[in-house]
């Protein structure tokens, strides 16, 4: 084996970690600078219109047909990526970053369970419970001494559930090139939050530094991840995939110490750990089940 030949082993799995960590700067360059100018509502709508702009010019989903039954799920799956957007972007007012992500990961861990329903996967469950039973505010009996804002949580919490639809109605256009259904799905995505963002933040959203910042995290946290995650994906087995993008949660607290300098106790690095181990479990045991 060459010395090239050796290196291109390692590009899929540094082109996830380089969509993960693309992903988490776009974020915490969004909640540093355009949080405070048009608030949660008019970052999602800045990003996800700026990013639906940017994916229809690279990849012209027009070039491709589409069957009349396509038109229904592209909307649903679409009306889900958008929701899951805003939502997760409320939560980031009041939650640390690291930690959204974390509780957010649950959407794509219920469905990854759901669809198998082996014994081992009760161990993932167990292991995320622990972990979120650590975030969550469950009152003055919680796990977590300092809980975290109910608010946040909540928005967490509805951000996982339409991360879990997203996956669902995904897999109903999976059919289609990825570009086109990713990028007709972030159309149906502005459809959906930009309006709220123009009723929260109004002219605000046109000023030249909004919209220069905002297509900076567009092409960060959208063009740059799913370009580099397609690339994996055509190399990488599908568990192999999730096991890597699994560590998410992980990165984007790393970021946001490093970004943001929001720094968690150990409790909550622990909760992370156990959400990532639950993850990556679920991956190993999804991939031996469809080996």
Excluded: C
């Excluded at 939502?87 to 970053?97: A, D, I, K």
């Excluded at 502005?190 to 530094?209: E, K």
């Amino acid at each position: 084996m060459t010395l090239l030949h050796r290196y291109q082993r390692f590009v899929p799995f540094l082109a996830v970690l380089g969509s993960v960590t693309a992903l988490g700067v776009g974020t915490s360059w969004a909640k540093q600078w355009l949080f405070p100018l048009v608030g949660a509502q008019g970052t999602t709508a800045v990003r996800v219109g700026l990013s639906a702009l940017v994916l229809l010019v690279l990849w012209r989903p027009w070039r491709w047909q589409l069957r009349a039954g396509d038109a229904r799920p592209i909307a649903l799956y679409g009306a889900a990526l958008g929701g899951m957007n805003l939502l997760f972007y409320m939560s980031l007012r009041t939650l640390p970053f690291g930690l959204a992500v974390a509780i957010e990961f649950a959407g794509p861990l219920a469905v990854a369970v759901y669809s198998s329903r082996r014994a081992i996967d009760f161990v993932w469950v167990l292991l995320a419970v622990i972990g979120l039973g650590l975030l969550l505010p469950l009152g003055e009996h919680s796990l977590n001494a300092s809980a975290l804002d109910p608010v946040g949580v909540a928005y967490a919490l509805g951000a996982a559930l339409m991360w879990g639809t997203y996956i669902v109605f995904g897999k109903r256009v999976g059919h289609l090139h990825a570009g086109q259904s990713v990028s007709l799905g972030l159309l149906v995505a502005a459809v959906v939050v930009v309006p709220v963002g123009v009723m929260h933040a109004g002219v605000a959203l046109l000023s030249p530094v909004v919209l220069g910042v905002g297509l900076a995290v567009a092409v960060m946290s959208s063009a740059i991840p799913i370009s580099l995650e397609m690339m994996a994906l055509k190399r990488l087995p599908k568990a192999a995939f999730g096991i890597m993008l699994s560590m998410e949660p992980a990165v984007a607290a790393l970021l946001a110490m490093a970004l943001l300098q929001e720094h968690l106790s150990t409790d909550q690095w622990l909760a992370i750990g156990l959400i990532v181990a639950a993850s990556m479990g679920t991956a190993v045991t999804a991939g031996k089940q469809s080996a």
